[in-house]
Nanobody
Framework: QVQQVESGGGLVQAGDSLRLSCVVSGRAVRTDSMGWFRQPPGKERDIVAAIAWNGATTYYTDSVKGRFTISRDNAEHTLHLQMNSLAPGDTAVYSC?????????????????WGQGTQVTVSE
């Protein structure tokens, strides 16, 4: 059974940092592209960052550029998202996703596997 389990979310103050992790079990991810999505309250789910299978190519949505860093450890089947200088606008449920292709994708229908998500809340 394939599972993707996120961790690292929580309640923080503006300016703080969090590091999200996503551990994949039940399948290998070394040839998959992966991504982090987030869904703020009452809004749609959107891409935050994506990374190619070998980590050589990454994508960040404009609002997180310079603050967030996506990384992966294929040997450990783990995806990370380092989030610095958090702001209230970053409040959302963050989910990791895996895509059965090596190329990046920015739209959630192109991803095949999802975690349950972890809540990130940033207060003023």
């Amino acid at each position: 059974q394939v599972q993707q389990v996120e961790s690292g979310g929580g309640l923080v103050q503006a300016g703080d940092s969090l590091r999200l992790s996503c551990v994949v079990s039940g399948r290998a991810v070394r040839t998959d592209s992966m991504g982090w999505f987030r869904q703020p309250p009452g809004k749609e789910r959107d891409i935050v960052a994506a990374i190619a299978w070998n980590g050589a190519t990454t994508y960040y949505t404009d609002s997180v550029k310079g603050r967030f860093t996506i990384s992966r450890d294929n040997a450990e089947h783990t995806l990370h998202l380092q989030m610095n200088s958090l702001a209230p606008g970053d409040t959302a449920v963050y989910s990791c996703a895996a895509r059965l292709r090596s190329s990046l994708a920015l739209n959630f229908p192109r991803y095949n596997y999802w975690g349950q998500g972890t809540q990130v809340t940033v207060s003023e």
